[in-house]
């Protein structure tokens, strides 16, 4: 195991250049068995998620080559297992796709229930529903998830809330379905459109992706593609924040700005200075920043996965901040770990209470899960003295190179095996 060390009170500057999305590549890299084909697919971050998810997809028979770090070629044509069981896979939320891209395809999949970070309660009963409506019958044994069809046909779906994960997957059920099937109370998810905008390119006929009715045209086949994933929206505004949590002055590169504005208008909110370029976003905050409330909301309201890492950020504002959690009940865990290093927050039900500092501490601290674990680290940044952030494993989960990058914009943070004397190691 290892653990991150991080010697805060550092101002922040530079250019960061941020990776592609995540949570469209792996909706994506599922995707491709649709095709029974080759794509070429660029811009996947190189993180922990997605090495697990192509793990399990070559179980399956998908032949995959890294052509470089964030170029994979991944040729579906010789799948021969339809059932994923590999331990790993249980980690991570969007094993799930693989049920929709397989029961698409093969009109079968077997796959074992996903895993993910501790935050809440996160069904799937809206995939099945939306599985049984296009004629699918999905029964779940002993923690496998079993869904078969001898026909997909499209139909109507109104999905009882607006859920990423469901709409996603039914529009990989549905692509290959026989008719029209029309998603009503779609999410409107960036990667959402990452993943609609793939599977066209593959021959797929899907519109209205991005807007909360999305139609769906069956087509008979589809074939292979050169595609590239969108820019990460959630590590764009993670280093947005750690400009303005060090008073710092930071460019995020290689971003759609319009992804962003959520995160934007608050910082604007609370005293930084942004300044929007055509796929950048400058951050800088010399002034003392204001506290605020913040509600998470499906996009294109305050995205749930920022929250943790805004919370930190309000612990260092003048005045008392609400933090209104809208889309997890368990999202609150980190919150003692912030505490520990001099916040002063209290939880009530789905709520946050920030009363400001003027300083935080360093102190040994554990990430509970990937966002909470961005959140210590920008708490970190801030923060006087050493900090050490265990639990690193669940931040690899969606960071690439998270050390090397904050090295580069002036940080003082390095990576160690636990138990190693820290004092040996000095960043040059």
Same mark, same amino acid.
């Given at each position: 195991m290892e653990q991150l060390v991080i010697k805060g009170n550092t101002r922040l500057t530079g250019e960061v250049f941020i990776s592609g999305a995540k949570n469209a590549a792996l909706a994506i890299l599922p995707a491709?068995?649709?095709?029974?084909?080759?794509? !070429?697919?660029?811009?996947?971050?190189?993180?922990?998620? #997605? +090495?697990?998810?192509?793990? @399990?997809?070559?179980? %399956? /028979?998908? $032949?995959?080559?890294?052509?470089?770090?964030?170029?994979?070629?991944?040729?579906?044509?010789? !799948?021969?297992?339809?059932?994923?069981?590999?331990?790993? #896979? +249980?980690?991570?939320?969007? @094993?799930?796709?693989? %049920? /929709?891209? $397989?029961?698409?395809?093969?009109?079968?999949?077997?796959?074992?229930?996903?895993?993910?970070?501790?935050?809440?309660?996160?069904?799937?009963?809206?995939? #099945? +529903?939306?599985?049984?409506?296009?004629?699918a019958k999905v029964e779940v044994k002993h923690g496998i998830i079993e869904a078969s069809a001898d026909d997909l046909i499209g139909t109507n779906i109104f999905l009882d809330m607006s859920s990423v994960g469901a709409t996603i997957n039914i529009m990989l059920a549905a692509v290959?379905?026989?008719?029209?099937?029309?998603?009503?109370?779609?999410?409107?998810?960036?990667?959402?459109?990452d993943v609609a905008n793939f599977l066209n390119s593959m021959g797929a006929k899907i519109k209205g992706a991005g807007t909360d009715v999305i139609k769906i045209a069956g087509v008979d086949e589809l074939h292979g593609t050169e595609y590239m994933i969108i820019p990460d929206q959630i590590e764009a505004g993670t280093y947005m924040i750690a400009g303005a949590i060090t008073g710092g002055d930071v460019t995020v590169t290689n971003i759609i700005p319009k992804h962003m504005e959520a995160i934007s208008a608050k910082l604007i909110e609370m005293g930084a200075v942004i300044e929007e370029y055509d796929e950048a976003i400058r951050v800088t905050a010399n002034e003392p920043l204001k506290n605020i409330h913040v509600k998470t909301l499906p996009y294109p309201g305050f995205p749930t996965d920022m929250q943790p890492q805004m919370t930190a950020l309000l612990s260092k504002t003048s005045g008392t901040s609400i933090m209104t959690e809208s889309i997890f009940e368990s999202r609150f865990s980190y919150t003692d770990e912030l505490n520990r290093m001099g916040a002063n927050i209290k939880?009530?039900?789905?709520?946050?209470?920030?009363?400001?500092?003027?300083?935080?501490?360093?102190?040994?601290?554990?990430?509970?899960?990937?966002?909470?674990?961005?959140?210590?680290?920008?708490?970190?940044?801030a923060a006087k003295g050493e900090t050490v952030i265990t639990n690193v494993e669940y931040i690899d989960r969606g960071y690439e190179h998270v050390e090397q990058k904050l090295t580069n914009l002036g940080a003082d943070i390095f990576r160690v095996a636990e138990k190693t004397d820290k004092s040996m190691f000095k960043v040059v």
């Open positions: 491709a068995i649709l095709a029974n084909d080759v794509c !070429i697919i660029e811009n996947v971050p190189c993180v922990k998620d #997605i +090495k697990v998810l192509l793990q @399990s997809m070559e179980q %399956l /028979g998908v $032949l995959v080559e890294y052509i470089d770090e964030h170029k994979i070629k991944v040729d579906t044509r010789n !799948i021969h297992n339809l059932k994923v069981d590999y331990d790993y #896979i +249980k980690k991570i939320r969007a @094993s799930y796709y693989l %049920l /929709g891209a $397989l029961l698409g395809k093969y009109r079968e999949a077997e796959v074992a229930l996903p895993g993910g970070c501790n935050i809440g309660s996160r069904p799937i009963d809206q995939h #099945i +529903k939306g599985f049984e409506a296009l004629g290959l379905a026989e008719g029209t099937t029309v998603i009503e109370n779609a999410a409107k998810e960036p990667h959402i459109v939880v009530e039900g789905n709520t946050a209470v920030v009363e400001g500092v003027k300083q935080l501490t360093g102190a040994e601290v554990a990430a509970p899960d990937l966002r909470a674990g961005a959140g210590l680290i920008l708490a970190a940044l």
